[in-house]
């Protein structure tokens, strides 16, 4: 019998700096390496001691709540390998790059990035990476009995194929972001017929629309949404300002066309409609983002979703004093941060200071995560479990579906602190 200790370094009972050691056979090795980006960031507990004794990393994707930490490791004594996909690998190169650029605090730097690119090993979607439908190349990781699932998403997204988890295991390490009972979202449809008409509402008033997104996954899903609808005539035709990384992964989106569902694909193959381009996408051309403002109403998409940095603070210390314009929060905002505190109090802290908002603030669900039927279903669909153990979620939601899970499955289901260890046989 094969025998697993698992220790969570970072994700117990929280959205942020996931990497789980795993001790298997004599051998160590980590389950992700992220950081938690929130008003202060806070690190995974990895000591010299452990990082000198590792063997490998296994990342699941880009995300930095995954991969922030990375370039750190070898600077406390890591010689092992990063094993990940090729898209992942491409997309952490643009993402803790700007990392590097818009954190206060350097743990690392440009050349440490650079360094660590070098010693990753690239895998496929197979027997041990198997796709997550969450972003591009992500993926859910399978060591013998221990299936990890990352940020998994159930359903299929505008540019992604559905998700395709293995169909056994005996533990499982599940992500519980929307975990709580009211986790439930709307239909993909009802949710983007909703976004389009707020966001029309506010074109038609001669507002500017604010769309902070993640560089990557949702940032590419929302321009192709947008472009289409405009070109249906069902948005108003305006300007869309895209800012940050956004751009930069996009080329990274269309050098992974395999990566893609099929109409993507052969769309970028064959060249035909390349979908990442279109009349209706603008790049600011002054530092002072003059002619943005020039150009309104318009709507402008940008880094970071989480508001901590990237070009879309500057966007709304400038639209925040006329109730005219509107923010639309489409991704998850941590307890703590600022996107939330923004959501709850209206108010948002700038460096120069706190200001409160006349520009009207909204959130739309555009989530790359399974909500709580998702979850209970990907549970479901896995013949031979014995343990959940939940992660990568806030301690309430987590419990709750702690809860509902047992009630439902008679499984064991463990929610772990950082520092706690569990073993598995
Ligand atoms: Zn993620
Ligand atoms: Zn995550």
Redesign the pocket.
């Known amino acids: 019998m094969v025998s697993l200790k698992l220790t969570f370094l970072g994700s117990g009972s929280e959205v942020g700096r996931s990497s789980i050691l795993l001790e298997n056979e004599g051998e160590k090795h980590l389950l992700d390496c992220g950081v938690k980006v929130s008003s202060g960031n806070e690190y995974p507990l990895i000591s010299e001691e452990l990082a000198s004794s590792l063997k490998s990393v296994y990342l699941t994707?880009a995300?930095l709540?995954?991969s922030g930490f990375l370039p750190k490791l070898p600077k406390l004594g890591f010689k092992g390998k990063i094993i990940c996909t090729k898209p992942t690998r491409d997309l952490i190169q643009v993402l803790l790059n700007d990392f590097v650029r818009i954190t206060p605090e350097k743990i690392y730097s440009h050349e440490d990035v650079t360094k660590m690119l070098s010693e990753t090993s690239l895998v496929d979607y197979g027997d041990m990476f198997y796709d997550a439908g969450?972003?591009l190349g992500?993926a859910s990781i399978k060591i013998n009995d221990l299936l990890y699932s990352g940020?998994i998403n159930n359903r299929s997204s505008t540019l992604l194929d559905k998700f395709n988890p293995p169909k056994e295991a005996k533990h499982l390490i599940l992500e519980g972001t929307y975990s709580a009972n009211k986790d439930k979202f709307a239909s993909q449809k009802t949710i983007v017929k909703n976004f389009i008409k707020s966001i029309n509402d506010t074109l038609e008033a001669g507002g500017i629309v604010l769309i902070p997104s993640f560089g990557i996954g949702r940032g590419q899903e929302l321009l192709f949404v947008l472009d289409n609808h405009m070109k249906n005539g069902v948005l108003k035709k305006v300007p869309i300002f895209v800012d940050g990384s956004i751009n930069k992964v996009l080329r990274i989106y269309r050098s992974n066309a395999n990566y893609l569902n099929d109409e993507i694909k052969n769309r970028i193959l064959t060249s035909v409609k390349d979908p990442f381009q279109s009349e209706n996408y603008f790049k600011p051309k002054t530092r002072t983002k003059s002619d943005v403002y020039a150009a309104k109403p318009c709507i402008v998409l940008s880094t970071s979703g989480m508001l901590n940095g990237g070009p879309i603070l500057s966007y709304l210390k400038k639209c925040c004093h006329d109730e005219k314009n509107k923010i639309i929060l489409v991704g998850f905002q941590p307890e703590n941060s600022k996107g939330r505190k923004l959501l709850e109090e209206k108010k948002f802290s700038f460096e120069s200071g706190t200001v409160d908002m006349k520009l009207q603030v909204e959130q739309h669900h555009f989530s790359?995560h399974a909500d709580q039927p998702g979850l209970y279903e990907y549970v479901n669909s896995i013949q031979g479990l014995e343990t959940v153990i939940l992660n990568h979620g806030e301690s309430k939601k987590l419990h709750e579906f702690q809860e509902f899970l047992k009630d439902k499955t008679g499984l064991k289901v463990i929610i772990p602190e950082n520092g706690e260890s569990i073993k598995l046989s």
């Open positions: 994707h995300h709540d995954h969450h972003i992500s940020d790359a």
